[in-house]
């Protein structure tokens, strides 16, 4: 039954991709030191921790690792960058295929609480309460491209830019790797003269509503993929809440979600 979860968390056709990514282990030239841990089951364990939302000491021991290294494996991948790789390789996947739709890109936040940490801040609309801001950004069809962390008192449009510079370039069916959408679009809380002057000298089409003037109704065509992206990244439970002391750890697991959403995509295509 252990198998069968550790499979189901982590198919082969996953780590496949994850493999190649992460630093192989090295043995102390003095020798000594603990025993190591597979990667692939510390890896596992990490993606259980995300998809259950259970604190690390929780963490069932048929995962073969102790709690503490696979949070110390945690917190060295995480300063590697291996979040970050690992879904710009599933990126790269889909792309070869032809299967990111560049024709707009879709920006939108969403508010969650938070225990404790950095990348907080009281939250406008929870009374105040500490809280977490995830901005996401994706392509037409609501594939996630780029996320990003702030303090829930952080308004939305401070991170338009960022994640716009921070789309990666991704292969192609043909031709060269891509990173620039045709389209931008997004609610009226990125509206401002400044964005749309900022698009257009990048040769991007603003799609932003108009504050008084257009209704939010109207990008409901597109808005409801961005939405329903941000409700696949909240199917983590570890994302409901924010309950890391450090800010980067929290921005580690939207990252790993945002990868993970991008390979149950690449992993329809395959079967």
Same mark, same amino acid.
């Given at each position: 039954?252990?198998?069968?979860?550790?499979?189901?968390?982590?198919?082969?056709? %996953?780590?496949?991709? *994850?493999?190649?990514? $992460?630093t192989p282990f090295r043995p102390r030239q003095q020798g000594g030191g603990t025993v190591p841990v597979a990667d692939r089951k510390v890896f596992t364990a990490v993606v259980y921790v995300l998809t259950s939302g259970c604190a690390w000491r929780y963490l069932p021991p048929t995962f073969g690792t102790s709690p503490a290294t696979a949070h110390r494996r945690f917190a060295a991948w995480t300063k590697a960058g291996l979040w970050r790789r690992l879904h710009r390789a599933v990126l790269d996947e889909l792309g070869?295929?032809?299967? !990111?739709?560049?024709?707009?890109?879709?920006?939108?936040?969403?508010?969650?609480?938070?225990?404790?940490?950095? @990348?907080?801040?009281?939250? =406008? *609309?929870?009374?105040?309460?500490?809280?977490?801001? @995830?901005?996401?950004?994706?392509?037409?069809?609501?594939?996630?491209?780029?996320?990003?962390? &702030?303090?829930?008192?952080?308004?939305?449009?401070?991170?338009?830019? =960022?994640? %716009?510079?921070?789309?990666?370039?991704?292969?192609?069916?043909?031709?060269? /790797?891509?990173? /620039?959408?045709?389209? *931008?679009?997004?609610?009226?809380?990125?509206?401002?003269?400044?964005?749309?002057?900022? %698009?257009? &000298?990048?040769?991007?089409?603003?799609?932003?509503? /108009?504050?008084? $003037? #257009?209704?939010?109704?109207?990008?409901?065509?597109?808005?409801?993929?961005?939405?329903? &992206?941000?409700?696949? !990244?909240?199917?983590?439970?570890?994302?409901?809440?924010?309950? #890391?002391?450090?800010?980067?750890?929290? !921005?580690?697991?939207?990252?790993?979600?945002?990868?993970?959403?991008?390979?149950?995509?690449?992993?329809?295509?395959?079967?």
């Amino acid at each position: 039954m252990a198998v069968d979860l550790a499979r189901e968390l982590v198919p082969d056709g %996953l780590w496949k991709i *994850v493999a190649p990514l $992460i630093t192989p282990f090295r043995p102390r030239q003095q020798g000594g030191g603990t025993v190591p841990v597979a990667d692939r089951k510390v890896f596992t364990a990490v993606v259980y921790v995300l998809t259950s939302g259970c604190a690390w000491r929780y963490l069932p021991p048929t995962f073969g690792t102790s709690p503490a290294t696979a949070h110390r494996r945690f917190a060295a991948w995480t300063k590697a960058g291996l979040w970050r790789r690992l879904h710009r390789a599933v990126l790269d996947e889909l792309g070869a295929r032809g299967e !990111l739709d560049w024709t707009s890109a879709i920006i939108d936040a969403a508010s969650v609480r938070a225990k404790r940490g950095a @990348l907080t801040g009281p939250n =406008p *609309v929870d009374r105040g309460k500490k809280g977490s801001k @995830l901005h996401v950004l994706s392509e037409a069809q609501g594939i996630p491209l780029a996320v990003a962390v &702030s303090g829930a008192n952080v308004h939305d449009s401070q991170a338009f830019k =960022p994640l %716009l510079l921070g789309l990666p370039a991704t292969r192609s069916r043909r031709g060269p /790797r891509r990173r /620039r959408p045709v389209k *931008v679009r997004a609610d009226k809380a990125y509206f401002s003269a400044e964005h749309l002057a900022w %698009l257009r &000298s990048r040769g991007l089409i603003p799609r932003i509503a /108009r504050p008084g $003037i #257009e209704p939010g109704e109207r990008l409901g065509r597109h808005r409801w993929k961005i939405e329903r &992206s941000i409700a696949w !990244l909240f199917g983590y439970r570890r994302l409901t809440v924010s309950y #890391e002391r450090k800010g980067g750890h929290f !921005l580690a697991f939207l990252g790993l979600a945002a990868a993970l959403t991008c390979y149950k995509k690449l992993a329809k295509l395959t079967t």
